[in-house]
């Protein structure tokens, strides 16, 4: 069974530092992008950041130069480095990926992590 784990939110200080990650368990075949979005509440779920499977990046305008993606392929496993934090990056954070599986090697699918946490105060 395919399953993808958050882990790594909490509570910290405006300006501090958080690392959130994301495994990716169960019978893959392959990766393709790996992202973060994240949800505050009464607004919409947004895209923080994606990597694709070479390593090329996205981020959203108010996180670039604070918030770092990366990857590592052999553990399926994607990391958001969060520095510089500010209020406003109060949310839950969720990741998601495509991949594929080793049952349905063509067909890419999408998931979801069960998310988490990240509370920044001021």
């Known amino acids: 069974q395919l399953q993808l784990v958050d882990s790594g939110g909490g509570l910290v200080q405006a300006g501090g530092s958080l690392r959130l990650s994301c495994a990716a368990s169960g019978s893959i075949f392959s990766i393709n992008n790996m992202g973060w979005y994240r949800q505050a509440p009464g607004l919409q779920r947004e895209l923080v950041a994606r990597?694709?499977?070479?390593?090329?990046?996205y981020y959203e305008d108010s996180v670039k130069g604070r918030f770092t993606i990366s990857r590592d392929n052999a553990k399926n496993t994607v990391y958001l480095q969060m520095n510089s934090v500010k209020p406003e990056d109060t949310a839950v954070y969720y990741c998601n990926v495509d991949l594929y599986s080793r049952d349905s090697p063509t067909n890419l699918r999408n998931y979801w992590g069960q998310g988490t946490q990240v509370s920044v105060s001021s």
């Open positions: 990597i694709g499977r070479g390593g090329s990046t």
